[in-house]
């Protein structure tokens, strides 16, 4: 059973054994708290300081927040959610001939998170795609439904230039030069994960995707509009992020992490199931370029002690990215393993 598509249709009545975790390891779904306060940030805004000062409470207090006003249409967001869904609802010989669980693998459909390491599989299927540089791999994309190329070759260069404002922002907000982070960063790759999550018989027993914090620099998300599932760990309570309609969610990931020597987090989040409706999340990733090298910014750590030094050690983008597929998704945070001893 493992390794199998569970984009469908059917719908099964009990969950099968293979992703049923352990009691210890549950979803604790009436545990789960809602955020009062997330930020939303309307990147329209023209007073500059004000934006630069909520993205630094954001990233200080949560690691994510929500943006509107991004600058994509509508309708080529709607676009985006439609392909996907129509992408997952192809016959299942349509799908699996982009199959693969080999990570390595640049275009490739998949299920549950690394279904080759994992001993608990996830309910999900997700369709993994690199979106930059768009003419090295539009090639390799799904050529049905037939519109796909087209719009998520839009979609994907819409949500890069989002991504580079908010990486700006991000740089001010940590007190360096506007372009500090995109200098660094250097040629960002750019990946997306179209997740889809079928009804789930036994939400509680198992999880869509189980905690994690991304590897790349920064995450732009889009929810499904209606359905919930995206959760993250702020003190060690879970809380639900439910859908704006249109917002994107980012969150700082890893890379972000090192970069500002800890100062912003990459925050733990999972997503979970629910027994109605499917679910749909297309996540937008930035990586730095795999010869990047990621070194906790100078005017974070040095201090006026000879002895200070930066909380990680320098390393390449390809050197963590490698580490990162080769354990499990929830084992401890991939950056302790880059602290400097
Ligand atoms: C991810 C992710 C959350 C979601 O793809 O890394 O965290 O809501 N997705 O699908
Ligand atoms: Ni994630």
């Not at 049905?144 to 991000?170: A, H, M, Q």
């Not at 910014?297 to 390809?318: G, H, Q």
């Amino acid at each position: 059973m493992a390794g199998k598509l569970i984009s469908t249709g059917l719908r099964l009545t009990t969950l099968p054994g293979n992703y049923v975790r352990p009691f210890s390891d549950r979803p604790r779904l009436s545990e789960v708290s809602q955020l009062e306060d997330f930020p939303l940030i309307d990147l329209s805004s023209t007073d500059r300081s004000r934006l630069v000062q909520q993205i630094h409470q954001a990233c200080t207090r949560f690691g994510f927040f929500q943006v509107i006003n991004h600058g994509v249409d509508k309708e080529t967001i709607d676009e985006m959610v439609s392909v996907a869904n129509e992408f997952f609802s192809m016959s299942m010989e349509e799908k699996m001939k982009l199959y693969s669980d080999d990570p390595t693998r640049t275009t490739r459909l998949s299920t549950s998170f690394n279904v080759k390491k994992e001993e608990i599989n996830n309910w999900r299927d997700y369709l993994r795609l690199h979106c930059y540089p768009i003419d090295k791999y539009i090639h390799e994309w799904p050529s049905n439904p037939i519109p796909f190329k087209n719009v998520v070759s839009k979609y994907s260069r819409e949500v890069r230039e989002v991504g580079f404002r908010i990486e700006e922002l991000i740089s001010e907000s940590l007190g360096l030069e506007t372009d500090y982070l995109r200098k660094v960063l250097g040629e960002q790759g750019q990946h997306m994960a179209v997740n889809y999550y079928p009804p789930c018989p036994e939400p509680e027993l198992t999880y869509g995707l189980p905690a994690h914090t991304d590897p790349n620099a920064l995450t732009i998300l889009l929810q499904d509009s209606t359905v919930c599932g995206l959760q993250i760990l702020i003190d060690g309570q879970w809380f639900a992020i439910n859908p704006h309609p249109d917002a994107f969610v980012i969150n700082i990931g890893d890379q972000l992490q090192a970069l500002s020597n800890g100062v912003y987090k990459s925050v733990w989040h999972r997503a979970v199931t629910n027994t109605e409706m499917p679910r749909l999340s297309v996540a937008s990733f930035l990586c730095p370029a795999d010869c990047a090298i990621m070194s906790p910014a100078k005017p974070l750590w040095e201090a006026e002690e000879d002895e200070s030094k930066p909380v990680y050690r320098d390393f390449t983008y390809a050197e963590y990215y490698k580490k990162f597929w080769s354990r499990n998704l929830d084992q401890e945070h991939c950056l302790e393993n880059f602290l400097n001893h």
